[in-house]
């Protein structure tokens, strides 16, 4: 199937752009190309991810809650073990509620949302 257009950039609300694109940054090995208190990016050099500043801001209440998640990231990872602890020392938190079993584990970054570390096949 060919399609008619190249995903360039996701955007991603949250209270501090800065501190998420540093996270982010630091999970994948891109560069911060962008930061101001209102909006951050990171890139690696052919796709972006940006974050927004918006007031108000509530962090998803994982699993379910008040707040529902509206997405959330897969990142492929050849050791789960150490993708934890090194997401966990950037800022990372582990939630109770883990379905993945041994292939995946939810974590939330410094914002609350969720994000999958998962076992590379």
């Not at 492929?76 to 800022?91: C, N, P, Q, S």
């Amino acid at each position: 199937m060919t399609g008619f257009a190249s995903l360039i950039m996701v955007n991603i609300d949250c209270a501090e752009p800065p501190v998420l694109a540093t996270f982010y940054s630091e999970i994948l090995g891109w560069e911060v190309t962008h930061s101001q208190e209102e909006y951050a990016m990171i890139s690696d050099g052919t796709t972006s991810v940006g974050f927004g500043q918006i007031a108000g801001y509530a962090a998803p209440t994982w699993p379910e809650g008040p707040t529902p998640k509206q997405f959330h990231l897969d990142f492929y990872v050849d050791d789960l073990a150490d993708a934890e602890e090194r997401a966990l020392k950037l800022g990372a938190t582990k939630p109770d509620f883990q379905p993945g079993g041994d292939r995946y584990t939810v974590l939330l970054d410094p914002a609350g949302h969720p994000f999958c570390a998962c076992l590379r096949s």
